[in-house]
């Protein structure tokens, strides 16, 4: 089992920045790919980033790129979201996943371990 907690939710306004952070614990991280969904109102729950359990493979999806940065630290067995440039159509509940394969898929249902989730909120 994996147990996910994330933070650094909160309200920024346009154009400002966030830092979100996902607290790994229950099985060796450096052996988990990690990823950040995201889900608006309404909506389906949605890919944000990913990275590979050394750190040195990351992916985005179109919407964030080049706005937002995923990083981890598998010394402290934490992933980060640093996001940049946020826009009102960023606001969701953010989640923290896990998974075992090498390579992070960008599919949620590949994911077998979730946090709780942690709200953003852009205001225009």
Do not use: H
């Amino acid at each position: 089992q994996v147990q996910l907690v994330e933070s650094g939710g909160g309200l920024v306004q346009a154009g400002g920045s966030l830092r979100l952070s996902c607290a790994a614990s229950g099985r060796t991280f450096s052996r988990l790919a990690m990823g950040w969904f995201r889900q608006a109102p309404g909506k389906e729950r949605e890919f944000v980033a990913a990275i590979n359990w050394t750190g040195g493979r990351t992916y985005y999806a179109d919407s964030v790129k080049g706005r937002f940065t995923i990083s981890r630290d598998n010394a402290k067995n934490t992933v980060n979201l640093q996001m940049n440039r946020l826009k009102p159509e960023d606001t969701a509940v953010y989640y923290c996943a896990a998974e075992t394969s090498a390579i992070p898929a960008t599919m949620a249902t590949t994911y077998d371990y979730w946090g709780q989730g942690t709200q953003v909120t852009v205001s225009s």
